[in-house]
């Protein structure tokens, strides 16, 4: 069907690339009373691969994430994982898959009931029971050591910042060394120096333990940093997939436009 | 890449979705427009118990999750529950004293105070106050964790949110209300004896005696029993209005005030129902 934007062809046809997707989405549609926030997106992402999504607000990428992992259900449309369309899985088949994925909100959705030690042994309390305390423990200090909250263990969600609720949050996605990561904004509400070091994690992640991973960002220095490929959202719809490079060439007057503002 | 449309599925827990009350005031608070909310509300509040049902009963079970609230609806209502029952105590004590002596029948009155209590003030009064205090509690917590989307949180942990937060909660409602019900008769009772001694004084052991004389189990513990089903219907609806908000702080004043006044009308309503049905079974 034509649209009003072409799709350019990535330097790499997905079809034809040797990594198998892990995380793929069909022609996903998508509206809240009436009003349609996606039309039709397809994207696919492999294994050890990290594919930024970026837009302007509103365009619906928030909504990706959370069709991804099965918190709403698209109108049309599929969300395979590992080969599995998730609309077609018992609770307990989407749960066992929700295992492997590892999900950070976009305000962190931090329990604010429980101190940031037991947000982040929240996943080990429920899926590790038989873990020791003192593995569970250990485990805890080490992810929060690695987004630099390694103080911050005893104290509540409402004692700090947006931007560390936000680098707790991830140590939380992170607690069951997920294959897949998905991130809404993981450098929002962080200083340079912070994001650089989000950045340098997921990086590290991508290489040490081959996450498949979709990152939700308006950091588009973020984005060429830690993103094999990159897609732009416009009114719902990927106006515009490829490498940094794909971007920077395009001839699209709204990824360039995008670029040029960012 | 396939585009292959599907049929939309109900989303995997359909009620956390809800349309919360909000569509309920759009359509402009007509005859035909409130029947419909309120018929949709109940399907909803179906659903919503039914999804309860299925997570209760499946394992892991939330065994701490349980505890704790065990603790929140037991232990912390006990001091407003206790104070109640007691200015009910003192209350029934002299409105009985007034009448009774009118009838020449005050040796009557510690019988009155006592079945007064035990039957039907002490339920009524103990499902009131958890109505207000758990209901609001309950009710605005899990709102809160909806709008914050913390509840989306526990479910892309591949948690049951239904088992952790609403079975557990709904379940405390359950077990402790009894409980404080036999606290709130207890301290009537005594405060009941206490307003009676200030004006003719008589032992506790004499007030006791006369109070529980011919009383029978049969007197007692169906009224107690009953307010398990208070609790039931406190929790489930707690829970229902606070995992279905939406609109941000709006939405969870809305959603604590809805808990506390449907809770408290329905306690009542139920409370008719039963005390019919405990006449009908028991005495």
Known sequence: MATAFEIPMSLEDPEEHSNPSVVAAGNLCKAFDGHVVLHGISLTVGRGETLAVLGRSGTGKSVLLRLIIGLETPDSGTVSIHGQIIAALSLDGLNAIRVKMGFLFQHAALYDSLTVGENIAFPFDHHRQDMPRSEKRDRVRALLAEVGMEGDLDKMPSDISGGMQKRVGLARALALEPEILLLDEPTAGLDPISSAEIDNLILKLQRERQMASIVVTHDLHSAKTIANRLAILDRGRVVVEGTFEDLRQSRIPFAREFLNQS | ?283
């Open chain 2, 1 to 283: 890449m396939n585009s292959q449309a599907t049929t939309p599925v109900a989303d995997t827990y359909p009620v956390v979705s809800g349309s919360g009350d909000a569509k309920l005031s759009r359509r402009g608070g007509s005859v035909v427009g409130l029947l419909v909310g309120f018929l949709e509300w109940f399907g909803g509040l179906g659903t919503f118990s039914w999804q309860v049902l299925r997570a209760a009963v499946t394992p892991p079970y939330e065994w701490r999750e349980l505890i704790r609230q065990l603790d929140e609806v037991g232990s912390q209502s006990l001091p407003l529950v206790a104070l109640a029952g007691a200015a009910i105590g003192a209350v029934l004590s002299m409105e009985v004293r007034n009448s009774m002596t009118r009838f020449g029948a005050t040796s009557m009155l510690p019988s009155a105070v006592v079945y007064s209590l035990i039957q039907e003030m002490g339920p009524t009064i103990t499902g009131l106050v958890v109505s207000g205090r758990v209901g609001a509690g309950i009710g605005a917590e899990l709102a809160s964790m909806k709008v914050t989307e913390q509840i989306d949180a526990i479910e892309a942990s591949a948690i049951n949110p239904f088992r952790l937060l609403a079975a557990t909660r709904i379940l405390a409602c359950i077990l402790m209300l009894p409980l404080l019900t036999v606290a709130a008769d207890a301290s009537g009772v005594l405060m009941g004896w206490v307003a009676q001694t200030l004006v003719q004084p008589i032992s506790f052991h004499q007030f006791i005696d006369a109070g529980f004389h011919g009383a029978t189990l049969k007197d007692f513990l169906p009224p107690t029993f009953k307010t398990a089903v208070f609790g039931l219907i406190i929790g489930l609806i707690a829970c229902f209005q606070g995992m279905r908000t939406r609109g941000g702080a709006e939405g969870v004043g809305r959603a604590a005030t809805n808990s506390v006044v449907l809770a408290s009308l329905f306690v009542i309503l139920a409370d008719v129902v039963l005390v019919k049905f405990i006449l009908v079974v028991f005495q």
